[in-house]
């Protein structure tokens, strides 16, 4: 079983709709990033949470650490959300950053 | 202020060579992280750097191994290159100090993608 756990794989929205990812783990962290990739590669790191919740634009963010167990959601979602949204969890001891596979997100207009 | 760069963008190598990738991090930041993505494993740690000591490494084979400079500049190595070497490799630099250790909010290079033939 892998330590990060994101659902779902893959996700096709219509422009406007609000999204939701989700990302579970099963180790002790210290702080969970969520991060965005585009095609060609670049990555841009999103938010970095340790409790509560983040909100960036229309980009939240929600950890519950008891749970184990983190969303990020896109509100009134655009064409240019299109992207693999990763979960990576600081782990608690080792301070190793470990990845989640990725939601592949595409938002049609 | 520039972001994280990567040097080369691009590079093809055969089985049995050996490849050096650099990355200079964006200025005033200490530590510096790398990671190989490849489609089947997604992305990996490979290991971190702060003040020129390496704080933490991935389980990767000691065929992969970097060092940082006192300016923070970082390169990793990978010698004896197999075909599984084939990937994205990134590397991001966080401000991070001596207690926040990879804590900090990383920014990513542009990647380097490797081909071994």
């Known amino acids: 079983k892998n330590e990060v756990e994101q659902s779902p794989q893959n996700l096709t929205a219509q422009e406007g709709e609000f999204i939701t990812i989700n990302c579970s783990y099963s180790?002790?962290?210290?702080?969970l990033h969520w991060l965005q990739q585009h095609p060609g590669g670049g990555i841009v790191s999103l938010f970095m949470?340790?409790?509560g919740k983040k909100k960036h634009g229309r980009l939240i963010a929600t950890i519950n650490i008891q749970e184990k167990h983190s969303s990020l959601h896109i509100t009134a979602s655009h064409p240019r959300d299109s992207a693999v949204y990763i979960c990576?969890?600081?782990?608690?001891?080792?301070?190793?950053?470990?990845f989640g596979a990725g939601t592949i997100l595409r938002v049609k207009s | 202020k520039a972001g994280v760069t990567q040097t080369p963008r691009y590079l093809i190598k055969t089985r049995g060579q050996q490849v050096t990738l650099s990355c200079s991090p964006i200025?005033?930041?200490?530590?510096v992280s790398w990671y190989q993505q490849t489609p089947g494993q997604g992305l990996q740690f490979l290991f971190e750097?702060?003040?020129?000591?390496?704080?933490n490494k991935g389980n990767f084979p000691g065929r992969f191994s970097g060092r940082q400079f006192s300016n923070s500049r970082s390169e990793m190595n990978v010698s004896t290159l197999e075909l599984g070497d084939s990937a994205l490799y990134l590397c991001?630099?966080?401000?991070?100090?001596?207690?926040?250790?990879?804590?900090?909010?990383?920014?990513f290079g542009p990647g380097t993608r490797l081909t071994v033939l």
């Open positions: 949470l340790s409790s």
């Open positions: 200025s005033g930041h200490r530590s």
């Open positions: 180790v002790g962290i210290s702080a």
């Open positions: 990576a969890v600081l782990l608690e001891y080792g301070n190793k950053l470990v």
């Open positions: 750097y702060f003040s020129e000591t390496q704080r």
């Open positions: 991001a630099s966080s401000r991070a100090s001596p207690r926040d250790l990879v804590s900090d909010t990383q920014y």
